[in-house]
């Protein structure tokens, strides 16, 4: 199975090169827009996050206290723009709740302690807690998408029953835990996704298209 995923990062990252996700010195903004992305395309967020930046409220300080329905107009363009606010909301009391804001001890909890943590926040699930850690935190943990499960299940690397924590543990389990490579490797499941690996797929043009996969496609 390592091979298996070594060799599929190494198709992906050939075809597409680096995504640069997220660069670590925007980590206020990374924990935003790991709740904007939520159900929306990206470009919605950008929209979002160009209007947060605009009335500099683009930090997790000034968002605490930031009153939450001005919050939501102003993230309005990310969609169900008035449960990402409150979902925001949420997340920034905690933060401060458990480290006072300061993102450098928050991040150096125990992973599954922080992990759980999150998941106690209303509306932060298992792809958002994970992304925040990865990509605002460098934490290695594998962030599992509707992409990933469905192009792994297309390649009969997984099976229909598998769910999120079952394909983050076959991750976790077969490659080393490198935060850049687990960024970098979700990044690259998007792209494969956006480009080609849709409901209807696009395997005649896929970079995956020589793999084994269901006939059916
Ligand atoms: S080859 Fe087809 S099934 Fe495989 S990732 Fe590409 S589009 Fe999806």
């Avoid at 409150?86 to 922080?114: H, M, N, Q, S």
Wanted: proline share 5%; glycine share 6%.
């Amino acid at each position: 199975m390592s091979d298996t995923l070594l060799h599929l990062y190494e198709v992906l990252d050939a075809a597409f090169g680096p995504q640069h996700w997220w660069p670590g010195e925007a980590r206020d903004e990374t924990i935003v827009g790991a709740v904007l992305t939520q159900n929306t395309a990206w470009r919605n967020v950008e929209r979002a996050i160009d209007r947060l930046k605009s009335a500099n409220v683009l930090t997790l300080e000034v968002m605490r206290t930031l009153d939450e329905a001005d919050l939501a107009e102003l993230i309005r363009p990310a969609g169900t723009y008035r449960v990402k606010a409150r979902r925001l909301k949420a997340l920034v009391l905690w933060i401060y709740d458990r480290c006072d804001g300061d993102l450098d001890t928050l991040f150096a909890e125990d992973p599954a302690t922080l992990r759980a943590g999150l998941l106690g926040v209303p509306g932060v699930g298992p792809e958002t807690a994970d992304a925040i850690m990865l990509y605002a935190g460098s934490i290695p943990t594998f962030v599992v998408d509707a992409y990933t499960l469905r192009v792994l299940r297309r390649h009969f690397v997984i099976d229909d029953a598998a769910r999120y924590d079952d394909t983050q543990a076959l991750f976790h389990r077969h490659l080393d835990r490198d935060a850049d490579m687990f960024g970098q490797y979700h990044a690259l499941f998007v792209e494969l996704g956006k480009r080609f690996c849709s409901p209807r797929a696009a395997c005649d043009a896929c970079p995956l298209r020589d793999w084994p996969r269901d006939a059916s496609l």
